[in-house]
Antibody, heavy 115, light 112 residues
Framework: EVQLVESGGGLVQPGGSLRLSCAASGFTFSSYSMNWVRQAPGKGLEWVSYISSPSTLIFYADSVKGRFTISRDNGKNSLYLQMNSLRAEDTAVYYC????????WGKGTTVTVSS | DIVMTQSPLSLPVTLGQPASISCRSSQSLVHSDGDTYLNWFQQRPGQSPRRLIYKVSNRDSGVPDRFSGSGSGTDFTLKISRVEAEDVGVYYCMQGTHWPRTFGQGTKLEIK
């Protein structure tokens, strides 16, 4: 069974940092591109970042460019999102999702940025 | 950025009746490879999103055949032939042709 499990969320002060992880299982992780997508409380979905399977192609939403860094470790079947200079507007549930089309999503991890 | 506009934003439907959601993009979603990367997602209350339809009209595994997708270019539709109680939730379209990826605002389906 394909499974994605996000972790690393929590409460952080404005200007702080967090590193999210997404552990993948049930499929050949190294063959698939991956995404991070977020959802602010009571709001819709916002795509955050994309990384290709060999990490050669990376994209970010303008709202996080220069502050967030996506990476992956194919040997550990894991996806990461390093989030720096966090703002209140980054408060959201963060999901990892497989592939160009968001084939499968994890259950998400909650990030709250507040003093 | 490509703007995805869904309508309606709220959709009250009687059980057993059909439902239809429109999604329009501000630019054509036809990719240079010839495919059109328009996907539909369902988000039930308290759950993470689940993809229903990919590349306009292809149903994902396990998705009931009462769900169908159609459209081309900039104009797309998700149809539910007969709404069931388990269909309650928010439906999103998403374009995967252009960067950045963008979602529609979401359509909340409820039972009348």
């Amino acid at each position: 069974e394909v499974q994605l499990v996000e972790s690393g969320g929590g409460l952080v002060q404005p200007g702080g940092s967090l590193r999210l992880s997404c552990a993948a299982s049930g499929f050949t992780f190294s063959s698939y591109s991956m995404n991070w997508v977020r959802q602010a409380p009571g709001k819709g979905l916002e795509w955050v970042s994309y990384i290709s399977s060999p990490s050669t192609l990376i994209f970010y939403a303008d709202s996080v460019k220069g502050r967030f860094t996506i990476s992956r470790d194919n040997g550990k079947n894991s996806l990461y999102l390093q989030m720096n200079s966090l703002r209140a507007e980054d408060t959201a549930v963060y999901y990892c999702a497989i592939g160009r089309g968001g084939d499968v999503w994890g259950k998400g991890t909650t990030v709250t940025v507040s003093s | 950025d490509i703007v995805m506009t869904q309508s309606p934003l709220s959709l009250p439907v009687t059980l057993g009746q059909p439902a239809s959601i429109s999604c329009r993009s501000s630019q054509s979603l036809v990719h240079s490879d010839g495919d059109t990367y328009l996907n539909w997602f369902q988000q039930r209350p308290g759950q993470s999103p689940r993809r229903l339809i990919y590349k306009v009209s292809n149903r994902d595994s396990g998705v009931p055949d009462r769900f169908s997708g159609s459209g081309s270019g900039t104009d797309f539709t998700l149809k539910i032939s007969r709404v069931e109680a388990e269909d309650v939730g928010v439906y999103y379209c998403m374009q995967g042709t252009h960067w950045p990826r963008t979602f529609g605002q979401g359509t909340k389906l409820e039972i009348k």
